[in-house]
């Protein structure tokens, strides 16, 4: 695979993605390989990890395969530490594992909401903490986190889910000023619907239901790409597809019809 960044840049240097194994991690780390980057790619799913391996391998690509359970805090730290000794200093870690539920908070189980919290925000926060004073000491490097619109417009069925993409969007920001004249950058993808295994996941946990927006969405590929472009010219937040960018306008001025008209989904999937 050759390397197609702007004026080659990225090519050689680490980039970690989370969540890999499947959907838009796996294109995400497939994207970067192209561009010549050398992907870490972490998961719990080895099987499919070391798949990924050989597919990026195949085509000229780099990668290597890290098994990790991201909702334990031990493993983040042993994940940490294999990394930089086993591939290097990593320039960019794209924070991508997370998953869903859907259905009344009431019925979520709360081992299911402990352990989204951990993987979607605690992973996140947790491995930022530990990559990015490297990033700092060497003044080079970017932070992604793949965000939701659901956290600038949230809605019934996904509350806790909501409020760990509205926690990665205010990480985000208040980073991004913090790091305002260094090298080092970070960014959130608000990404819509996209066509992955999320929603089949989100179905089959305790007492899941199906999500209202299962079968639309954007490619991964999409968001993938959008990764790359942020790479090499970062912006604070981008989002997936680009018209979504009204979303927190709809919120603001008509959110007050959505709390009357969206339950409805959320009934109708109690009675269906």
Not at 20 to 28: D, E
Not at 124 to 148: C, D, E, K, Q, Y
Not at 256 to 271: A, E, I, Q
């Amino acid at each position: 695979m050759a390397a197609t960044g702007r004026d080659g840049k990225w090519a050689g240097r680490v980039a970690i993605v989370t969540g890999a194994s499947s959907g838009i991690g796996a294109a995400t780390a497939r994207r970067l390989a192209a561009a010549g980057l050398r992907v870490a790619l972490v998961a719990r799913r080895l099987e499919r990890l070391l798949d990924l391996k050989s597919e990026i391998e195949s085509g000229g690509g780099q990668a290597e395969a890290f098994a990790a359970d991201l909702a334990c805090e031990e493993e983040r730290r042993r994940l940490f530490d294999r990394i930089d000794t086993l591939v290097g200093p990593a320039e960019a870690l794209v924070n991508n594992a997370g998953f869903g539920w859907y259905g009344y908070y009431e019925e979520m189980p709360w081992e299911t909401a402990r352990d989204m919290l951990q993987v979607n925000v605690g992973a996140a926060i947790h491995l930022t903490s530990l990559f990015l004073p490297g990033m700092r000491a060497r003044n080079s490097g970017h932070v992604v986190n793949i965000g939701s619109i659901a956290g600038s417009f949230p809605n019934q069925g996904v509350a806790v889910y909501s409020a760990t993409k509205s926690f990665l969007d205010a990480f985000t920001t208040v980073l991004y000023r913090e790091l305002r004249g260094s090298k080092v950058n970070v960014s959130v993808v608000r990404a819509g619907p996209v066509r992955t295994e999320f929603c089949e996941q989100a179905l089959n946990r305790e007492g899941g239901g199906h999500v209202p927006t299962e079968n639309v969405g954007v490619t991964s590929e999409v968001v993938a790409e959008k990764v790359w472009r942020l790479l090499l010219r970062p912006r604070k937040v981008v989002y997936v597809p680009s018209i979504l960018r009204l979303a927190p306008w709809v919120e603001m001025t008509f959110g007050w019809l959505v709390d009357r008209l969206g339950p409805l989904l959320l009934k109708y999937r109690r009675t269906a």
